[in-house]
């Protein structure tokens, strides 16, 4: 499964790829990318300049596990509302700080909070990335910007970052 920003720079796509062909048709021209997430390993692009020379490279990027869950599905679900709960326990299922039975919302809040503010810092070399604060009216995170990014999940893996209601 790949997902792509869209042209637009609003949401993204998905494509259905088999495995033999991601190599040469998403991964071998990185450049076009701000960040690429290829199952669990993250790379961001770096875009340097000296003596009006450009020099794009990419950083491999090592997450805790809830973070880059994290990172997946405001990717994956780019401009969509994401609902605090639903986000809640699909990034931290599985982790050390989750809780399945969690009867207090602020405990939640609080995990979610933390866990998006050091997602920001991971990305904030990503022009056009944005994450903006929680809107505790709808009860919903969101990831707005016109950033490219490829991301490429094994089918099992997508079905793991896909979100429910509630």
């Given at each position: 499964m790949v997902y792509l920003s869209r042209p637009s720079g609003y949401g993204s796509e998905k494509y259905f790829v088999r495995e033999n062909e991601v190599h040469s048709r998403y991964l071998s021209d990185?450049?076009?990318?701000d960040i690429i997430i290829y199952n669990e390993n993250v790379e961001i692009k770096s875009v340097f300049e000296k003596s009006d020379v450009e020099t794009v490279s990419f950083a491999p990027v090592e997450m805790y596990a809830n973070i880059l869950s994290l990172?997946?599905?405001f990717i994956k679900y780019k401009d969509e509302k994401l609902p605090f709960l639903s986000l809640y326990h699909c990034a931290f299922k599985g982790g050390?700080?989750?809780e399945s039975d969690v009867?207090?919302?602020?405990?939640?809040m609080d995990?979610?909070?933390a866990g998006v503010s050091t997602?920001?810092?991971?990305v904030k070399e990503i022009r056009n990335f944005n994450i903006p604060s929680a809107k505790r009216k709808d009860g919903s995170y969101i990831c707005k910007g016109s950033f490219n990014f490829c991301l490429i999940l094994k089918d099992i893996t997508d079905?793991?970052?896909?979100?429910?209601e509630g």
């Amino acid at each position: 499964m790949v997902y792509l920003s869209r042209p637009s720079g609003y949401g993204s796509e998905k494509y259905f790829v088999r495995e033999n062909e991601v190599h040469s048709r998403y991964l071998s021209d990185k450049q076009q990318y701000d960040i690429i997430i290829y199952n669990e390993n993250v790379e961001i692009k770096s875009v340097f300049e000296k003596s009006d020379v450009e020099t794009v490279s990419f950083a491999p990027v090592e997450m805790y596990a809830n973070i880059l869950s994290l990172l997946i599905l405001f990717i994956k679900y780019k401009d969509e509302k994401l609902p605090f709960l639903s986000l809640y326990h699909c990034a931290f299922k599985g982790g050390a700080e989750y809780e399945s039975d969690v009867r207090d919302a602020n405990d939640i809040m609080d995990k979610l909070k933390a866990g998006v503010s050091t997602l920001r810092r991971y990305v904030k070399e990503i022009r056009n990335f944005n994450i903006p604060s929680a809107k505790r009216k709808d009860g919903s995170y969101i990831c707005k910007g016109s950033f490219n990014f490829c991301l490429i999940l094994k089918d099992i893996t997508d079905k793991m970052y896909t979100l429910e209601e509630g």
